[in-house]
């Protein structure tokens, strides 16, 4: 039984992502939100309701030391809880992505909990935060890798932020890109620049999947903002001809390919790019 409908599958070829709405339980989100809750006792802190940790974070933002503490504790343990391993492999996701084209996915990244604007993103100094990007340039997977999002906050309104997409963006293929700290950012062109940006909006438990070549961003926040939690996952194709032709390569890394291409690949860069409607199927 085919979990999505033609429409969604037209959006998705046409938009290069789509949502589908309340894919995760309530109980789920709360699982995955409240794993914050086992740090409490390492900050010396009284545990807060599910609904308030905007005030844990306050009260760590108050020490520097804690904040530092948090920091590393964010990208060692918090970022790789079981929680989220659980949603990578969720068999209802992956039936999903197959639909959306990947004949056989393979984890192209750890799965991660993001922590975003609000008092959570001072923290990590806003880390989490990114400028225009495609993911494909730190993954590297198939041609017609897919990535997914789940907020385990509302999103979009009630003064959490989201992400800014540039639908259609994804037929331009691998756009050039610039080094950043943590993405390669891609250079808007005029191609890419009279396309209409959206800024999506929902609740806790959706699900959105885009492209790895969908152009997207952080959306600016203002300083009231919530802190906003999201589950990022990637997903490649190995069946993908691309990456066959590349002899399985496999890299993870915050930087542009050209920086962590093999000699002898022909991992696309963004001098050779790659178009999105080459041929994914093998």
């Known amino acids: 039984m085919n979990l999505l409908t033609n429409s969604q599958l037209e959006a998705y070829e046409t938009d290069g992502f789509l949502i589908v709405k309340n894919f995760c339980s309530a109980d789920q989100v709360k699982q995955c939100r409240n794993q914050l809750n086992d740090f409490y006792d390492f900050f010396n802190l009284v545990e807060s309701s599910d609904t308030n940790f905007d005030q844990f974070f306050a009260e760590i933002l108050e020490s520097e030391t804690e904040a530092n503490k948090f920091r590393k504790m964010y990208t060692g ?11 990578m492999t969720d068999q209802r996701l992956l039936a999903i992505i197959q639909e959306l ?3 056989k996915p393979y984890i192209a990244a750890d799965p991660l909990f993001m922590i975003s604007g609000g008092p959570g993103g001072q923290i990590l100094g806003n880390i989490t935060s990114s400028p225009a990007h495609q993911d494909w340039e730190s993954m590297q997977a198939s041609a017609n890798a897919i990535v997914g999002w789940i907020p385990l906050t509302n999103y979009g309104k009630d003064g959490y932020s989201s992400i800014t997409v540039l639908p259609g963006s994804h037929k331009f293929g691998l756009l050039t890109a610039n080094p950043h700290e943590w993405f390669g950012t891609v250079e808007i062109d005029e191609r890419v620049r009279k396309l209409k940006k959206i800024t999506p909006a929902g609740e806790a438990g959706d699900l959105i999947l885009f492209s790895s070549l969908l152009v997207h961003q952080t959306e600016e926040t203002g300083a009231d903002s919530k802190t906003r939690f999201t589950i990022q996952l990637r997903y490649g194709d190995i069946m993908d001809s691309m990456l066959r032709k590349n002899n399985g390569y496999f890299n993870y890394n915050h930087c542009l390919p050209i920086k962590t291409s093999r000699e002898g690949h022909l991992m696309a860069t963004p001098s050779s790019g790659f178009k999105y409607d080459v041929d994914s199927n093998g």
């Open 77 to 87: 343990l918090i970022q790789r809880s079981t929680e989220v391993y659980a949603r």
């Open 101 to 103: 084209g990947l004949r």
